[in-house]
């Protein structure tokens, strides 16, 4: 608590009179906010820590008409940060929080305190300056709960940063104060229309987060009337730029027709986009739409009494066999899900260990070699039956059947639920093997008899099937 008041009150303070310290700082970041992609890559290219850390938000926030990828946004920041550029290192904190990566949840807490809490404090003076993708960073930090209980969350004063921020149009930053002008709770006064102008700023821009959150505006119906067929709009647009998430709220509308007809097949190329990118609730949105395709009939539409989406041409077909593929790291509590970036390889090179506060390290960290295929040699049934599910889903290895189905044998004979679902469907829909409604039951009954949920949904409608 000592510390959040002591940084708070020097903030602010310097804040108030940022005008007599110059802009040392702010120069750079100015020019920085304002350069255009082959600008901003030539600077970076050529070793400058401070265009390395921007190139590396660029790709975390899908700005610049950069595509989302947390591999190359990593591997910028990573330069960065082994110059010691305060903006490196809370570029690392930031990508450090994507649940992709798998990182202990601590590591983005150690990098924002190399950041933040450096004895020079050469971030916070940077924003005092007028700097304002430093602005951004403190208020991204200041809106997190990575550094508590020594920094306590304070979303009138990240606001104020992002205001700074925002007056550069660093859209980043004019897409966060939007969010908080618009969301109930973050700031004592709500100020929507001001937020939705914002929110307008940052689709005019393209961020992938923007199209998502204005699909959940037309979608909540809070703020603006609810309008199902402009929220798919939006949705979809963040889906092809990249965004996890919108893949699946993609797939969702098209699988239930919510606001244009069900079509499964386009809503499976969602979902598995979604999967590819290890989104958590990829592989079940998929069993559904299997279960729709399955029950032989589409669901009844839901009544929008809105037109049908603008844009209708055909998503990208989902990313092949060894391409990158993308996700987003999520937005500091308490904005809402999980807006930002990513394109990663299914095996992404590793972020190095934060360093500590104590002594700071930012020196690079080989990339883990990946195993060939050949070598990943399942030793058990979770193994064999993630191995399985790369080859069914096509996840960093081309997609192959007859491998799938040899592993999740090993999976289900070995007692795995989930892997004997995987069987039922594989013989429902005749997948690698001829369709055999019979064998699909057998397996659906051993995984729902081992607890297995979307099993027992599955297998109720093929019995209805396979009733006389």
């Not at 820590?49 to 910028?76: F, T």
């Not at 004592?188 to 505006?217: F, I, Q």
């Not at 899900?337 to 190095?352: A, K």
């Amino acid at each position: 608590m000592l510390f959040a008041r002591i940084h708070c009150f020097f903030i602010a303070a310097i804040m108030a009179f940022s005008g007599a310290m110059g802009t040392a700082f702010g120069v750079t970041g100015g020019q920085l906010a304002k350069a255009f992609e082959p600008e901003l890559r030539k600077l970076a290219a050529g070793g400058d820590a401070y265009a390395q850390a921007v190139l590396a938000l660029s790709y975390a926030n899908g700005d610049k008409g950069l595509p989302l990828s947390i591999s190359e946004a990593e591997k910028w920041a990573r330069l960065s940060a082994a110059q010691h550029h305060p903006i490196g290192k809370f570029a690392m904190g930031y990508l450090a929080q994507s649940p992709i990566l798998g990182l202990d949840a601590t590591v983005p807490g150690r990098y924002y305190l190399s950041a933040f809490g450096d004895s020079k404090g050469d971030l916070v003076k940077m924003a005092a300056s007028g700097d304002p993708i430093a602005s951004y960073a403190i208020g991204m930090i200041l809106t997190s709960d990575n550094l508590r209980p020594r920094l306590v969350p304070d979303m009138e004063l990240a606001a104020r940063h992002h205001v700074v921020a925002s007056g550069a149009d660093f859209l980043p930053s004019v897409l966060q104060l939007g969010i908080m002008k618009i969301e109930e709770g973050m700031l004592v006064e709500k100020y929507v229309k001001g937020g939705l102008d914002l929110l307008d700023r940052a689709v005019s821009g393209n961020l992938p987060v923007a199209h998502y959150y204005m699909g959940l505006v037309f979608l909540r119906g809070k703020v603006m009337p609810e309008n199902r067929g402009m929220a798919l709009v939006h949705f979809r647009k963040a889906a092809d730029l990249g965004h996890g998430e919108s893949m699946l709220l993609t797939a969702e509308f098209y699988a239930h027709g919510m606001a244009t007809p069900v079509d499964l097949p386009l809503a499976r190329q969602y979902a598995l986009r979604a999967a590819s990118l290890k989104e958590p609730k990829a592989e079940a949105k998929l069993l559904e739409i299997e279960s729709l395709a399955l029950a032989g009939s589409s669901p009844t539409p839901l009544s929008s009494g809105v037109p049908e989406p603008e844009e209708t041409d055909l998503p990208p077909a989902p990313p092949s066999p060894g391409e990158v593929s993308s996700s987003s790291p999520p937005i500091p509590p308490p904005l809402p899900s999980t807006p930002g970036p990513t394109t990663i390889p299914f095996n992404p090179s590793v972020i190095p260990e934060a360093p500590s506060p104590e002594q700071p390290s930012f020196l690079p960290v080989p990339a883990q070699p990946t195993p060939p295929s050949g070598d990943l040699v399942p030793k058990t049934s979770a193994k064999a039956r993630e191995l399985a599910k790369r080859h069914y889903s096509g996840v960093g290895v081309p997609i192959d059947y007859v491998a799938a189905l040899g592993h999740f044998l090993v999976a289900a004979k070995a007692g795995d639920a989930e892997a004997a679902r995987y069987l039922g469907i594989i013989y429902l829909r005749g997948k690698g093997v001829q369709k055999d409604r019979v064998a699909a039951a057998r397996w659906l009954r051993q995984a729902a008899a081992g607890g297995d949920v979307m099993a027992k949904r599955n297998l109720e409608l093929l019995e209805q099937l396979l009733a006389p």
